[in-house]
């Protein structure tokens, strides 16, 4: 028994020696260390939690635009939920597999099917800067100093096998197989029952919108405009207040002058007939229907560009709240 316990007390006691002397020398070391490279050591390991996080689970954006206005304001800043739908396994790069994908009325953020990429390397960078900051620097910009529109945050109104289109700028669903054209208030059942899509352009401007893209497009074909087509015309805002509508109206009549031309039908039907949108893709949208550039422009997203879902409101302070 003697010998037993001569043997613990033994081995105990050359631990807790061995552990004294490896804090000695740690501590030594530590006061070696000039503090400069103690800061950067620190720093580095800060930015590498922050990275990890921002990464894989919750990432830190700012709203660049007033596309999801109320819901989302210019210079709200916002945590993203990434694991959702699967986070990346290094920026821009081979995305893992999700808990779920994305459902109607969610916002989600994806990729712009229109950004133009400077190459992987800046990519990478760009989005390792962005992450660790916290969304402060953004050193991808425009020639004008603006950040440009890497990403998008819309509301996903269409998922896959949905039928939508829009009229006079308002959208219409239609279900599966045959029915009729429903208003989308009566489809969409948003997760907060106070939201509403917001409007800038009333219903009775679109006899406005309508003649001047008629007299664009008389115009072009060298024809005799009527008083209501050249006063259209003059008035600019006309074409700006709904540019996808307008864009409608000049392709209608576009095609009713030049019949054979095959080009503006199509496009024509495109606003006319609207969208299929195909299984694992989704159809996403501003809040702000008038000043948003979305999915009527670029069409349709994959599931899989979908990089998260927005849960978050973290400033300014006076907008905390969850996203809805």
């Keep these: 028994m003697e010998k ?19 804090r000695e020398k740690k ?22 939690v922050v990275l990890l996080i921002n990464q894989y689970f919750f990432q830190a954006y700012q709203i660049p635009s007033g596309s999801m206005e109320t819901t989302l304001l210019i210079k709200d800043r916002i945590f ?50 962005y992450m660790v900051t916290l969304s402060i620097v953004d050193i991808d910009r425009d020639e004008y100093g603006n950040p440009k529109a890497h990403f998008l945050i819309k509301r996903a109104i269409g998922v896959g096998r949905d039928r939508l289109r829009m009229v006079k ?18 489809f969409i059942r948003y997760g907060s029952p106070e939201y509403k899509s917001r409007r800038l352009v009333a219903e009775d401007e679109y006899i406005g919108i ?42 209608e009549s576009l ?8 080009k503006y039908g199509v496009e024509w ?12 893709w989704i159809f996403p949208m501003g809040d702000n229907r008038d000043n948003s550039r979305d999915a009527r422009y670029f069409g349709p997203v994959q599931e899989r560009d979908v990089l998260g879902k927005a849960m978050f409101k973290y400033w300014p302070l006076d907008r905390i709240g969850i996203i809805r």
Excluded at 171 to 184: R, S, T, V
Excluded at 269 to 280: A, F, Q, S, V
């Design 27 to 48: 501590i030594a070391k530590q006061k070696a260390k000039h503090p400069v490279v103690d800061w950067l050591e620190a720093f580095l390991w800060a930015a590498a």
């Design 169 to 186: 700028g308002e959208l219409e669903y239609k279900p599966p197989g045959e029915g009729d054209w429903i208003p989308e208030a009566d």
């Design 4 to 22: 037993w316990y001569s043997t613990v007390t033994a081995a105990t006691e050359r631990f807790l020696t061995k552990r004294k002397i490896r």
């Design 210 to 251: 309508r003649d001047s893209g008629f007299g664009d497009a008389f115009q072009d074909a060298k024809l005799p405009l009527s008083d209501e087509m050249q006063t259209a015309l003059n008035n600019n805002r006309n074409k700006y207040a709904d540019l996808y509508g307008w864009s409608g109206y000049r392709y």
């Design 255 to 262: 095609y009713m002058i030049f019949p054979h031309n095959r």
């Design 80 to 129: 993203v939920n990434k694991m959702i739908y699967g986070p990346e396994l290094i920026p821009g790069r081979i995305k893992i597999p999700g808990l779920t994908v994305p459902k109607r009325d969610q916002v989600v953020i994806f990729e712009s099917p229109t950004y133009l990429s400077k190459g992987p390397a800046f990519d990478v960078l760009q989005r390792v800067l």
């Design 269 to 280: 039907r495109k606003t006319d007939m609207g969208w299929y949108i195909p299984e694992n």
